[in-house]
């Protein structure tokens, strides 16, 4: 029967990543996969993680099954940290949060439940999108279609655009937008259009789903928030996404949740039962040792400072490069204007590089970017900053 089977094509972000480890070039540098490295090319694992896993090791006393939703705690934590400790949402408890393998296992499973309870809906992707969104939605059985988000003219977002798109999609379809740090492009809505955003999804009848990998990546926990907090509106139904990966370092540990906001508590506790009943058949509950950290890290004042100061120290370094490769390239080309990458925010930025151009890149100087021209700005560092921008000043000059 497996002869029949045809290669698959490798992943766009994920097979990159194989081609890179594969390169004999010892000055290689690997811009492709959202993952943080420091100065010196490693991602570390976080001191307060560390010392959560010490805590874990000496504690931990059985490795019995998690409840199919998670750590309740953990849970209870997340939404603290999303939407703030006093937030009506959380104060009436009008939202059923469950642990899940990573924000992709979030997706998955909004994207099943959506599919099993609201079977005709389609999920609206912005143009572009982190190119595994459509592929999660498509797998689990839902229509994916696509509103205009980027301007590429601007290197910012086309909102008149997205908006006009949104007030004529079918009611009772979901919308899915990055809550902060846009991936791939890493423009984001300014708070005054997210108001609008908002206003327009709610009108139309929408069911908004923000997929939320960023937090405290952008500009701090507090204004990363603000897009959530914008739709967390009295009584209104939304479904949030987010991942511990980036913001704890936890990426192989696979840490995130799926909160879904509700009208009532009476709600909650009803759609929590079907959401269940969804991760029952898809993973049956999950591993325990990444929401485990997380749960130690937020529960202790002390750990939870040394980790906000972790945090704050990833998202000034890459601020930090975003500005150093801006004055780079302006010594290399005066006349073409870098300056959106300063302004952009989160891991990513469109670097506006052809599938042509980031091929040469690669073949020529054994530098590693997504074909869209997707930059991991974090994989910047002082080291390879020069070289880099020689290569790309080369290959935009040959054309
Ligand atoms: C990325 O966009 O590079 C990350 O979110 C990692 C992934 O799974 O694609």
Redesign the pocket.
Known sequence: MFDAIQAAPP????GLTETFKSDSNPNKVNL????YKDESGATPVLDSVKAAEARLLADETSKGYLPIGGLGEYCDLTQRLYFGDDHEVTTANRAATFQTP???GALRVAADFIHQNFPSASIWCSTPT???HPKVFKAAGVNVENYPYFDASSHGVNIDGMLAAIKNAPAGDVVCLHACCH??TGADPSVEQWKQVADAVYERGLLPFLDF?YLGFGDGIESDRSALMEFARPGAELLVAS?Y??NFGL?SERVGALSVVTKDADSAKTVASQVKATIRTNYSNPPAHGGSIVQVILSDAELRQQWDGELAAMRERINGMRKLFTQTMASRLPDRDFSFIERQRG??SYSGLTAEQVDALREKFSIYI?RDG?I?VAGINHGNVEPLCDAISSVLAAG
């Open positions: 992943d766009a972000i994920l492709t996969v959202g993952v990573g924000g992709t982190w190119p595994n991936n791939p990998a991942s990966s980036k990426y891991m990513f997504v997707r991991n």
